[in-house]
C-alpha cells in the first residue's frame, strides 16, 4: 500500500468551476503537507504549504489538511485556463531529513 | 522565484555512454535532492546531500551516482545507460528552515535508445 493515495485523472472543468483535489495518506507521523503544481515538461513549483492540521488560504487556492481523517484537499475557486496542470500532493513527517513522500499528481484541464 | 538549474533540459543518447546531469542552485541551500518521475507516476527520491562531501541513497534504487563537492552544485552520473533509464530526472533543493518546502529545477528529461 502506497504511503500517499491520490486520484490520478483526469479531472475536466468548465472555467469558472471550484476545484477540489485530495490525498490522502497512511503515516501520522506526517506534519507537513504541500501541494505542488506542475506543468507540461517543467519542474514542480510550490503552490501551498501547511503545517499540522488546518486550513490555508491564497487567492483562489485553499489548502485544506484533517490529521485525524489523514486527508488533504486543495480547492481552487473561479478555475482559469491557466490552472490547467498536474497537481503533486507532498508531505513529510520531519523537518531534519527534508524527504518528501510525493502522490500521484491529479492532472486538471480547464476548458474555456 | 526559486533559482535552480538543470542541464541539459533533454537528452537522448545510446545504450552503454557515460552521462552526466547538471544541478546548480545559487540559493546557498545545504540541501539538495534528485527525484525520478516517470509519466503519471509519483515522484521517487533517488539521491539527497546534507550538504558538501554528504550524499545518501534515497528511497528509490538507482544505479546513478552523485557527487557534492560545492555547495552549489549536485550533479548525477549514470557509468552505462540503459533503456530502463529513461525517465525525468528531477533535482531541488530546499531551504534550511523549519519547513520542508523544496524548489524544483525543470528537469531533465532522459532517452536511452
Known amino acids: 500500500q502506497k504511503e500517499v493515495e491520490q486520484d490520478p485523472g483526469p479531472l475536466s472543468v468548465p472555467e469558472g468551476a471550484i476545484v477540489s483535489l485530495n490525498c490522502t495518506y497512511s503515516?501520522?507521523?506526517?506534519?507537513?503537507f504541500m501541494w505542488y503544481r506542475q506543468y507540461s515538461r517543467k519542474g514542480p513549483e510550490l503552490l501551498m504549504y501547511?503545517?499540522?492540521?488546518g486550513n490555508k488560504e491564497d487567492g483562489r487556492f485553499t489548502a485544506q489538511v484533517d490529521k485525524s481523517s489523514k486527508y488533504i484537499s486543495l480547492f481552487i475557486r473561479d478555475s482559469q485556463p491557466s490552472d490547467s496542470a498536474t497537481y503533486l500532493c507532498a508531505m513529510s513527517g520531519s523537518s531534519n531529513t527534508g524527504k518528501l513522500i510525493f502522490g500521484q499528481g491529479t492532472t486538471l484541464q480547464v476548458k474555456p | 522565484e526559486a533559482d535552480i538549474y538543470q542541464t541539459p533540459r533533454y537528452l537522448v543518447i545510446g545504450t552503454g555512454k557515460k552521462i552526466t546531469l547538471e544541478c546548480s542552485q545559487t540559493m546557498g541551500h545545504d540541501k539538495m535532492y534528485w527525484y525520478q518521475q516517470d509519466p503519471g507516476m509519483e515522484l521517487h527520491l533517488i539521491h539527497y546531500?546534507?550538504?558538501?562531501?554528504?550524499?545518501e541513497k534515497g528511497d528509490l534504487s538507482s544505479e546513478s551516482t552523485v557527487s557534492r563537492i560545492r555547495t552549489e552544485h549536485f550533479p548525477l552520473t549514470l557509468e552505462s545507460a540503459r533503456p530502463s533509464h529513461t525517465s525525468q530526472y528531477l533535482c531541488?533543493?530546499?531551504?534550511?528552515?523549519?519547513?520542508?518546502?523544496?524548489?524544483f529545477g525543470p528537469g531533465t528529461r532522459l532517452t536511452v535508445l
Open positions: 531541488a533543493s530546499r531551504e534550511d528552515r523549519l519547513t520542508d518546502t523544496q524548489y
Open positions: 546531500s546534507y550538504g558538501v562531501n554528504s550524499t
Open positions: 503515516n501520522s507521523a506526517f506534519q507537513y
Open positions: 501547511t503545517y499540522s492540521s
